[in-house]
């Protein structure tokens, strides 16, 4: 008996939880903390490393450091985390505010020192521990929505010394969240050409029939040899009506555990092979997320935990079977799924029906070089996840490489050989992925050695070589040429470049150079005349822009300052 009891202790959560000091880490804002993304949940192209944090949709809310330390890093991009802050405490872990709209004063001002010492908007600086410390409960920044962020929120996280992110709700950070993750969807899949679900050898959709009490049967299936499971599942919290992400998902073959995905915590590294673990290929036509409980060759996630067989269970003939599925959110509050199975071998329906289409195949475990006419793709080792035949045509400049629904690993380069092209307009050309219902073509970052222009990408798709001839166009959006703004704060202009988009922008006064803030979203620069750099009367802004192939406008006024 007490050697069950300890068994137990050791399986439960609570034991889990304790390794992390609890009620450490205060929440970073002093309102209410309402989510509109939780720790693990399933982005386009990583699982979510923090909190998103609700900022009662504005910007400027006072951002305190969540315990005291001192700040490791300051990471200023056009992208990404936009403006982010990061503060290493005394026991060891990293906490990240990130998408903020500026420091406080005092990092501010040692920010904006680099920036001017850098002659650059993007900055990425790692000052030591004594250089600026912080206090508990310190403000340290202003909530925000730079870089990657789609409206006002503090993305927070908590990392540990290796760098990995880990739940910050493990160290006590409490969540209204009073109802259990609900399921939305449940598929059937089998493994390998030989297994059946419904007399079908395909992803099958199941009828989920939601109960009184919260749990969901499934209308009973048959099935034959080996098979896994999928589901679309999500978590609401009581003030907010975002579909947040759970926390863990177990499932049970016939009472014996068969697999546990747990979002506890991971590394930036395994992020990406979010593709792997979604079927991506119903992500790309449906735009949601069925998260598969087994495992596929070449899927090194470590959220994968206690796998039996991988997660995938075998069906035999004139068995009863029961699949159980446990989703639970973070406050452990758990909903169940239950699927009967009988075991019946049947004869399947109906061949797939392969269609005469020319297909390529490509290797993931060596390199593979398709060609046709000036076109070649490279795909090197362990580019796909997975062998698979893919549909490659090209017809002039335009390559059809398959579509976005099988998910890649690594970059395959294509190579556009331009021998055929005349000189003038060579310098002109990028390379292009037609995206969307209008195939808009979208610049992909391209090289060009001699006559062969490169690019490399993770996206199936089709290529096409664009030309961009066109400067980009720089308009002053709150000033005029030759006035007095001496009461302005901020001086503002919009730059935007149709085709290959921009690649730099330099902004100086009498010959100087000043900080501009780049907002992609806006396509605005924004200077602020509070940093005290323009001291003089008459003063001649100089703008000048360069696209992605090198067309570049140049922008002159004159304003005055007293
Ligand atoms: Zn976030």
């Not at 205060?26 to 209410?32: A, C, R, S």
């Not at 639970?328 to 005469?356: C, F, H, Q």
Request: with cysteine; hydrophobic share 35%; proline share 4%.
């Amino acid at each position: 008996m007490k050697k069950f009891m300890l068994f137990l202790f050791f399986g439960c959560s609570g034991f889990a939880q304790s390794e992390y000091p609890q009620d450490y880490f205060k929440n970073p804002l002093d309102i209410t903390l309402v989510l509109s993304g939780t720790f693990g949940e399933l982005r386009s192209s990583h699982f979510h490393a923090g909190l998103d944090i609700k900022t009662q949709q504005r910007e400027g809310l006072k951002v305190y450091s969540a315990a005291e330390g001192y700040v490791s890093r300051i990471k200023i991009s056009h992208f990404g985390y936009g403006k982010a802050l990061y503060i290493t405490h005394p026991n060891g872990y990293t906490t990240v505010y990130g998408h903020l709209q500026r420091l406080s004063d005092r990092l501010e001002a040692y920010i904006k020192e680099c920036q001017y010492d850098k002659e650059s908007f993007e900055v990425e600086v790692f000052p030591n521990s004594e250089e600026l410390p912080v206090k508990s409960n310190e403000i340290i920044a202003f909530s925000g929505n730079t870089g990657g962020s789609g409206g006002p929120h503090l993305h927070f996280e908590i990392r540990d010394n290796q760098e990995r992110p880990i739940n910050p709700m493990l160290f006590g950070i409490d969540i209204k969240d009073s109802r259990a993750p609900f399921v939305s969807a449940v598929y059937a899949y089998p493994k390998d050409d030989a297994a059946l679900i419904n007399g079908k050898n395909e992803r099958v959709p199941l009828r989920l029939i939601p109960q009184t009490n919260g749990s969901y049967e499934v209308e009973k299936i048959t099935a034959s040899g080996n098979i896994g499971f999928g589901i679309t599942s999500y978590d609401k919290q009581d003030l907010a009506p975002n579909n947040n992400g759970v926390s863990n998902i177990q499932t049970f073959f016939n009472g014996n555990k068969s697999l546990e995905v747990d979002f506890k915590r991971f590394s930036f590294d395994e992020s990406k092979h979010i593709k792997r673990y979604i079927d991506y290929g119903y992500f790309k036509s449906k735009r949601s997320r069925i998260q598969k409980l087994f495992i596929e060759k070449n899927n090194p996630l470590t959220l994968f935990k206690d796998a039996y067989d991988n997660g995938y269970i075998h069906i035999e003939d004139s068995t009863a079977s029961v699949f159980k599925i446990r989703i639970r959110d973070y406050k452990g509050k758990e909903t169940w799924v239950n699927i009967p199975i009988a075991g019946k071998n049947e004869t399947l329906e109906s061949l797939p029906y392969d269609a005469m289409q020319e297909k390529s195949l490509v290797y993931s475990n060596r390199s593979t070089t398709l060609k046709s006419n000036n076109i070649t793709v490279n795909f090197f080792e362990n580019t796909l996840y997975d062998d698979a035949l893919i549909d490659f045509r090209v017809s002039s400049d335009t390559l059809h490489l398959h579509e976005d629904s099988i998910p890649l690993q690594k970059n395959f380069y294509i190579n556009y050989d331009l021998s055929h092209y005349k000189d003038e307009h060579l310098d002109k050309l990028f390379i292009a992925r037609l995206y969307g219902y209008y195939k808009k073509p979208s610049y992909v970052y391209t090289k060009r050695k001699g006559k062969v222009l490169s690019a490399g990408s993770k996206i199936f798709g089709t290529y096409t070589l664009a030309m961009d001839t066109v400067a980009p166009s720089i308009k002053p959006l709150n000033f005029q040429d030759k006035k007095w703004l001496s009461k302005y704060r901020y001086l503002k202009v919009k730059i935007e470049d149709e085709l290959s988009g921009i690649s730099k922008y330099r902004a100086t006064v009498n010959g100087k150079w000043i900080l501009m803030e780049y907002d992609y979203k806006t396509n605005t620069l924004v200077h602020d005349f509070n940093d005290n750099v323009i001291k003089d009367t008459k003063n001649e802004l100089k703008i000048i822009v360069t696209d992605n192939v090198g067309n570049s406008s140049t922008f002159e006024a004159i304003f005055f300052r007293k």
